[in-house]
């Protein structure tokens, strides 16, 4: 049986890619995260939508320090290397008080970028060991260009951009493949907390995007795809342009 | 799990408010919300009126996980905000239905609850807590309980129908029906007037599923002419279209609010009834089609303009005949209001819930632009349904008086009993509420 493990399972975006494995073929799913009631709650989800054979274990631990992440991963690990892992934890962080408060600012860097780096370090090396594996990270479309309302986020999101890419290098020849998904802007409660207006895409429709990306192996994905092309834009922008846009 | 300022409305688009709208997550949330004050409770906003709206709303809609199923008895229990849309596709590809739809799939369960709302089949299988053995309600101090027609059988009856006024709805058991296919058996009659309409809708009570649609612009001799939708489960055939891949198409405007001016409605009537050149005619067609045809526009609310609409549904007991609904139907035509689209269907026996709309006997839906001649028009309706001893169904509700509603639910102040009994009263209110004079 197929197994899936994800760190950071309570994320809006992590439990929609589950909602779409799960009716997939029968899975075994690994739930690692903080809090044990949502995660228990996500696991009769998972029991009611997935194909008959589909079974959750829970796993919950700590995120708050080097030693803490290791201690989950480690835990997460011990109920079997997974043939796909999920590192899909952040918080989006007040731009304004990563600004002013070095405390915060730390917090944002670490929590999106290192940490996730961490556990994508021991799942990697547990999946090549084992001669194979699918391993996903989140990052973000505000990875691909500092910009003033988010460069706090967005600079941890690159930093596992260029993890991901130095671990592909790294996975050549070992079965591990490794994806980095970039979503855009999302409707999930991270991002209404942040107010963020508009008109967002659906989890559903992201995890839609990522679930065809990382069954193909494919290095970066776009969810949904259109970021692509919108990024690379954004990326082209000469620098006087890019100064006078409110992005 | 900040609150945001949102303007708010329900489904007709009036009336519209600024409200506090706080997301729910978790039980504590919603514990905490409750703690500091008297807060509405919010599905997916499709109540056409102000069942919704408050100045403190809480947002039920993405607390939608599934709990459990029971394959062999056909129980799901799930989160209040999972909508009979998340229903069909997960549960029509295993040969289960929702027992009960309302015309849209775009619903919550909770909501759907709440209003106690009806479907095509009302007249053999009831309303859709008639398929409810249990849900679970956290109270106005935040206890969390089991209620079910044997455990706590007043708050059962309060809530059900209730309005989101005793306590918030957090999950909700159903009864699904099992079903070979998901397609429909479709057979519809072309009918001349009122009194066909009634007698072919008598005739053929057998039909579980049963609907009129009435062109409101038919006067004298045509009045009350209609289309009669009947519908079987087809035995055999797909289970996997019960909902549409393609997504729903979005208006990208508000059109003028002239959009629907009566000439126009009056052609668009006349078409769709010339469409069926024969008296009858069979086909099957896919369940979403059928039950939810409207909802191949994701806001075909906007057609109505900035200002609007009203939705008006009444019911009039069978004892009154097809008298009351000529009268209603003589008032709809000759009022200068665009009344596009009547829906007659007859009803079963009622429940024994407080508040539930329904009541053996016919009920008419009709959507009014939002205008002075419209709630002009309700008025002499409310008058109307009043004088026969019928009812006004309150998820459709924005303009009723406080003596209309008591003359409508007679039940009213146990009702208010139970919601003062277990601290509802002042805790949970709604703008309708408040207009209708509860506590």
């Known amino acids: 049986m197929r197994r899936i493990t994800v760190i950071g399972a309570g994320s809006t975006i992590a439990e929609a890619c589950m909602r779409g494995w799960c009716s997939e073929q029968p899975t075994h799913f690994v739930l690692v995260g903080r809090s044990e009631e949502n995660l228990r709650a996500l696991a009769a989800d998972l029991l009611v939508r997935g194909t008959e054979g589909t079974s959750v274990t829970v796993h919950t631990g700590g995120f708050e320090d080097c030693d803490a992440v290791s201690a989950t991963v480690t835990g997460a690990l011990a109920h079997g290397t997974p043939d ?10 007040d731009q304004a008080a990563a600004g002013l408060l070095p405390s915060a600012l730390a917090e944002a860097l670490t929590v999106n970028g290192v940490w996730p780096a961490l556990c994508a370090q021991m799942l ?81 429709e992201v995890a839609r995007t990522m679930l065809a990306g990382v069954a193909k192996g494919q290095p970066v994905i776009y969810a949904p795809a259109r970021w692509r092309a919108i990024m690379a834009i954004i990326r082209a922008l000469p620098r006087p342009l890019f100064d006078r846009l409110d992005i | 799990m ?20 706080t997301e729910a997550r978790g039980v504590d949330s919603i514990r905490e919300l409750l703690r500091e004050g008297a807060i509405s409770v919010r599905g997916a906003g499709r109540s056409y009126g102000d069942s919704s709206l408050g100045q403190r709303m809480l947002d039920m809609t993405h607390t939608r996980r599934m709990r459990s199923f029971d394959a062999q008895t056909g129980i799901a229990v799930v989160d209040a905000g999972v909508t009979i849309e998340d229903l069909l596709r997960l549960f029509a590809p295993r040969g289960w239905l929702p027992a009960v739809t309302p015309g849209t799939r775009f619903v919550t369960v909770g909501g759907a609850l709440a209003s106690d709302v009806h479907g095509k089949n009302h007249h053999g299988a009831g309303s859709f807590s008639d398929h409810v053995p249990w849900f679970e309600l956290m109270l106005a101090d935040g206890e969390v309980v089991r209620v079910s027609r044997e455990e706590r059988p007043e708050l059962f009856h309060a809530t059900a129908g209730g309005m989101g006024l005793t306590g918030v709805i957090l999950a909700v058991a159903l009864e699904l029906m099992p079903a070979r296919s998901s397609d429909i058996l479709q057979r519809s009659l072309k009918l001349e007037d009122i009194d066909a309409t009634v007698a072919a809708i008598e005739a053929n ?32 055939g797909s289970q996997a279209t019960a909902v549409n891949a393609r997504a729903p198409v979005a208006i990208p405007l508000t059109p003028p609010a002239g959009t629907l001016a009566k000439p126009v409605v009056s052609a668009f009537n006349a078409i769709y009834h010339g469409r069926q050149r024969g008296p009858e005619r069979t086909s099957r067609i896919p369940y979403t089609s059928f039950f939810h045809p409207l909802d191949a526009i994701a806001n075909w609310n906007v057609l109505y303009g900035r200002r609007g609409f009203l939705q008006y549904q009444f019911v009039t007991p069978t004892e009154a005949g097809a008298d009351p609904l000529r009268r209603a139907l003589e008032l709809i035509s000759g009022a200068p209001v665009a009344a596009p689209l009547a829906v007659l269907k007859a009803f079963g026996e009622a429940n024994v819930n407080l508040l539930s709309f329904p009541l053996r006997g016919y009920t008419l839906a009709v959507d009014l632009p939002a205008s002075p001649a ?19 169904y309150l998820s459709k509700d924005a303009r009723m008086k406080p003596e209309t509603f008591r003359a409508c639910y007679p039940r009213w102040s146990e009702f208010e009993e139970i919601r003062a009994r277990h601290g509802a009263a002042g805790r949970l209110t709604t703008l309708q509420s408040r207009r209708l004079g509860l506590a």
């Open chain 2, 2 to 21: 900040s609150p945001q300022r949102v303007a708010l409305s329900g489904w007709g688009r009036w009336p519209q408010v600024q409200a506090e709208l």
């Open chain 1, 124 to 204: 990697f090396n547990a999946q090549r060991d084992a001669g194979g594996g699918r391993l996903v990270l989140l990052g973000s479309v505000a990875g691909d260009r500092g910009r003033r309302s988010n460069y706090a986020y967005g600079a941890a999101k690159s930093l596992l951009a260029t993890f991901a890419a130095g671990l592909q290098h790294a996975s050549a020849g070992t079965g591990v493949s490794v994806s980095l998904v970039k979503p855009g802007p999302t409707d999930t409660p991270m991002t209404r907390d942040a107010g963020t207006r508009g008109r967002l895409a659906s989890p559903d």
């Open chain 2, 205 to 236: 009570a057998s039909w579980t599923y049963s609907a009129a649609w009435i062109d409101c612009q038919a006067r004298g001799r045509r009045l009350g002419r209609s289309l009669l939708l009947l519908g079987e489960h087809a035995s055999e």
């Open chain 1, 84 to 93: 796909i892992a999920m590192v899909a934890f952040g918080s989006l962080p």
């Open chain 2, 374 to 392: 419209a709630f002009e028009l309700c008025e002499r309706l409310d008058r109307l349904v009043l004088g026969c001893g019928g009812r006004i």
